[in-house]
Structure formats: structure tokens, C-alpha cells
């Protein structure tokens, strides 16, 4: 199966991101993405880099935000991408978007989804 291709630009890029300890992208897009809401395997292309990804597309329902976003939380910090175009393939669904009654609840589905991630994508 073909992945879905998303172009977008880093906006925001934490090495070390305070709710889930893993580097954390925030991405704008330009065309909305033919995706359920939900969480995604993904591989993030830039340059000649790749990393894998577990990427959550739709409102931030825990946040309490309406607007879609992309975030992604990635596997490698040594690389710098704010500001960057990248390229998103965008792989197997993991779950639909949920809202969690706290951060705790959030981080662990989140660290669960980036470990599911992994290994779909380490065969592809």
C-alpha cells in the first residue's frame, strides 16, 4: 500500500518536548490532507534524512482547540527542522482523536502510538 503524501513546513520543533519527552513537531500545511482524524505511522523526509513518526491529524480535543493540526512526534532530535519544508509519508492509522481527561492519559496514548509506530515502519 502507497502512503499519503503531506507537504507542509515546521513551525514549531521541540527537541525535548515537556509533555512527552520525545522531539515534537508542529507542522503547517497547505492542502488539508485526505486523513480521518486520528494517529498515523508516518516517515518524515527532509533532505536526505528520514525519521519515523507517529502523527496525530485533526484538533487538539485535549486542549481544547477546533482548528486541524498536524503534530508529530519523531525519533531523532540531532536533526534541526524548524522553519523546514518536509515531506510526510503518512502509513498505517493507529487511532481515532480522542479527548483524555489529563496530560498523564495524553502522553501515555501518545508514547504508545509513537512505540506502535516504530515497529510498522522498521519492515518498511
Known amino acids: 500500500m502507497k502512503p499519503t503524501i503531506i507537504c507542509g513546513k515546521v513551525s514549531k520543533y521541540k527537541k525535548n518536548s ?34 519515523i513518526g507517529a502523527m496525530h491529524y485533526g484538533p487538539r480535543l485535549t486542549e481544547g482547540e477546533k482548528e486541524y493540526t498536524i503534530d508529530i512526534v519523531i525519533s531523532d532530535a540531532k536533526i534541526e527542522l524548524e522553519g523546514e ?13 480522542t479527548y483524555f481527561d489529563s496530560i498523564n492519559s495524553l502522553v501515555k496514548s501518545v508514547t504508545e502510538d509513537f512505540e506502535r509506530a516504530s515497529k510498522i515502519l522498521r519492515d518498511k
Open 18 to 51: 515537556e509533555k512527552f519527552g520525545l522531539p515534537t513537531l508542529e507542522v503547517k500545511f497547505s492542502t488539508d490532507p485526505d486523513l480521518d482524524n486520528g494517529s498515523y505511522a508516518c516517515r518524515v523526509l527532509i533532505d536526505k534524512t528520514s525519521v
Open 85 to 97: 519544508n518536509i515531506v510526510i509519508e503518512v502509513f498505517d492509522y493507529l487511532r481515532k482523536t
